[in-house]
């Protein structure tokens, strides 16, 4: 490990824990969220020259695409988080990657925020993807404000966009910017609330630079700037906009029923110090968290935490292993020893660390709503409830059901131990799933997409120096298992063998065929349940 600086974070005045915002940016694939995070974190002063996804040389550096493999591509890959300060509060922004094959990533990262921010692509809409994620964030009352993304480029309706972001997604809507103009005719944006229009001094199409008050759509500032027909197509929807949609709410966005809408250039920068303004003063601080037998209530004395997310390998020079816990309760200090759910092992805290946007440093403390990475060795795993001695399990964790089974071949079968190893870090980290088959020696590696398997490959050969390579498996379908008679559990593994398998967990899961197969099982055996998703811990 190497040294780094010592930090103490918490302001405590009032109840501490209010000064924190800790949200997640999702959306579908290549809609703008690690470009956003980018100018968020350039915005609250916390770094001084944006990454770009898709530069060349130092431009390049994106924060939160720092794999290797996600630079290679110009995707994430994996979520990441950054710790940030402005305007006397504490932000702990996640970054999640885009692409369905790595949703349960998102989904899990889900977990661990108060609320987020949804990207949508102003030429595309609402997606697929987005919708799912969507529905994550409803199940769990998260509050959402949305981004619509690349005003700069040619981009549908605004009045469209918004009707579909209702219609769709059953919210109301509430635009808190106006484009003017997109495309070609991009001229900036109008700051429906704050009475001001950002546009740029070079003129149409250039980086925001500027911000002109203005009175409303209909102020004659405007018609020094913008062309008259870009103009007139403005005044219309700015105006239908001011008066067809309610009125920024706060109770009715942190209930979930509202979305404040942003129209926006992440790579241009319009829209963002906006946005950066509305997460400061409106998204909720930490809520309360589900918990067994009762939710944790951030004000509550004792410390309580949960793991939500395994990386390995972060820091390419150590082989180093860092589990994220989302603290919910209490105020966490540097040294604390802290029980893990399950095992009843107790652990002392050495060296957690906070990752801000351009380094890591060690947490002398952390309040609630706070993300603090733990170094460890393999002790502790996704789902893991810490707590200062308390019984109680933090819930919703989800592993899924993978849709690619997969046997492993090895390239160097001296090898063996090493990849096994190898394999059994990535599961953790849930880049992908791996099942000990309970006859025979290949291990088997579900996915839910493709990618994942690339993925695996890429890291297997960069950060282990293993080959692997993929066979089919006899395999289409892997469930969990479980029956409220320990006896029948036992007879069902012992008739199915040769379909027997392990999780990483231990946990018995079944290796079905195809549907077919498993359809004709679970008929003929219907006091076993087959479970498409696990909860861990
Ligand atoms: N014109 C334009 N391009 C943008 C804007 N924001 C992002 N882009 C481009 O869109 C592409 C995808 O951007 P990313 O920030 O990587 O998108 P992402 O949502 O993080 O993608 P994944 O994490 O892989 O899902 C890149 O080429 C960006 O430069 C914008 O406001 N305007
Ligand atoms: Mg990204």
């Known amino acids: 490990m190497p040294e780094h600086s010592t930090v103490t974070r918490s302001h405590m005045t009032g109840s501490p824990s209010a000064t924190r915002r800790t949200f997640a940016i999702i959306s579908h694939p290549d809609a703008g969220k690690t470009t956003l995070t980018e100018r968020l974190l350039l915005a609250a002063g916390a770094i001084h020259l944006a990454g770009e996804v898709k530069a060349r040389g130092e431009r390049r550096r994106t924060r939160s695409d720092w794999m290797e493999i996600e630079r290679a591509r110009g995707i994430s ?9 402005h305007a006397g509060l504490t932000f702990n922004l996640l970054d999640t990657p885009g692409h369905e094959d790595f949703s349960e990533d998102t989904y899990r990262t889900l977990t661990a925020v108060d609320s987020a921010i949804m990207v949508i692509d102003a030429a595309k809409g609402i997606e697929s993807q987005t919708r799912k994620l969507f529905e994550v964030c409803r199940l769990r009352d998260i509050p959402i404000i949305t981004f619509i993304n690349k005003v700069d480029r040619e981009g549908r309706d605004p009045l469209e966009l918004l009707d579909e972001i209702e219609s769709t997604l059953a919210l109301d809507v509430c635009p808190v910017t106006w484009p003017v103009g997109m495309g070609v005719m991009f001229h900036g944006v109008h700051d429906l609330r704050g009475k001001r229009f950002l546009t740029s001094s070079k003129g149409k199409g250039g980086d925001f630079d500027e911000r002109v008050a203005l009175a409303g759509p209909d102020d004659d500032v405007l018609e020094r700037r913008v062309d008259e027909n870009t103009l007139a197509a403005f005044r219309d929807s700015a105006g239908l906009a001011a008066s067809a949609y ?124 706070d993300i603090i990475g733990i170094p460890n060795h393999g002790t502790l795993r996704v789902g893991d409830t810490l707590t200062e001695g308390e019984e109680l399990r933090f819930t919703g964790i989800p592993n899924f059901a993978p849709e690619i089974l997969r046997r492993v071949r090895l390239g160097d079968p001296m090898r063996a131990k090493q990849m096994r190893r190898a394999l059994e870090d990535l599961a953790e980290e849930g880049v992908t799933q791996v099942f000990r088959p309970t006859l025979g020696a290949q291990w088997i590696v579900g996915v839910v997409g493709q990618l994942q398997l690339d993925v695996l490959v890429a890291r297997m050969a960069g950060e282990y120096r293993i080959e692997v390579a993929f066979e089919p498996a006899p395999f289409k379908l892997a469930r969990w298992i479980g029956a409220d008679s320990a006896a029948r559990l036992e ?46 811990a």
């Open 246 to 369: 309610p009125q920024f709410d706060l109770k009715s966005y942190r209930e979930g029923h509202l979305t404040p809408v942003f129209f926006g250039s992440a790579l241009k920068d319009y829209g963002v110090a906006e946005l950066l303004g509305a997460i400061a003063a409106w998204a909720p601080p930490p809520r309360p968290q589900p918990a067994k037998p009762n939710p944790v209530a951030p004000d509550a004395d004792k410390v309580t935490g949960f793991v939500f997310k395994v990386q390995a390998n972060m820091d390419p020079n150590h082989r180093d292993r860092i589990a994220f816990v989302r603290l919910c309760s209490g105020r966490f200090r540097r040294g604390m020893r802290l029980r893990q759910s399950g095992t009843g092992r107790a652990i002392t805290v050495h060296n957690p660390m906070f990752f801000f946007a351009r380094e890591r440093a060690l947490a002398a403390d952390a309040l609630p709503g």
């Open 77 to 85: 890959i994996s979520s990441s988080v950054m710790t940030f300060e």
């Open 491 to 536: 007879e069902f593994t012992e008739r199915h063998r040769a379909a027997m398998a392990e999780d990483r967990d231990g946990a018995p899961v079944f290796l079905a065929r195809d549907a077919w197969d498993l359809d004709y099982t679970a008929r003929e055996w219907p006091n076993i349940r087959f479970l498409e998703t696990r909860e861990r």
